[in-house]
């Protein structure tokens, strides 16, 4: 289940990708591609229909995440140090040995 899930979450994380580079940038962060007529998107219609699809795509990685973190949660059981160290065990026969100084 894990496995065709980790799948479908990488599909569309390279479609949300694809989607996000094709959108045209109208901020003209770095100075380019922002500026003229020659970009790839140039109707509004294309453009909401972009939006759209990053959105729906956006929501999808959102899901895909959450439920694949459920999944690796309960896939494996959590204990604490505390609960792995048996009940009748002590402290160790002998004290570690005291750190030495260099005298150098």
């Not at 939006?51 to 999808?60: D, I, K, N, Q, S």
């Not at 895909?64 to 459920?70: M, P, Q, Y």
């Not at 494996?76 to 609960?83: D, N, P």
């Amino acid at each position: 289940m894990s496995q065709v899930l980790l799948i479908i979450h990488l599909i569309v994380a390279l479609s949300l990708v694809v989607s996000i580079l094709l959108q045209r940038s109208e901020g003209g962060g770095l100075g380019i591609g922002g500026g003229g007529s020659g970009g790839l998107v140039s109707s509004r219609g294309s453009a909401n229909f972009l939006t759209r699809v990053t959105a729906v795509l956006a929501g999808g990685f959102m899901a895909t995440s959450l439920t694949l973190a459920i999944l690796a949660s309960h896939g494996s059981e959590t204990q604490s140090i505390v609960q792995q160290i048996p009940m009748g065990q002590d402290a160790p026969a002998e004290a570690p040995a005291d750190p030495t100084v260099p005298l150098n």
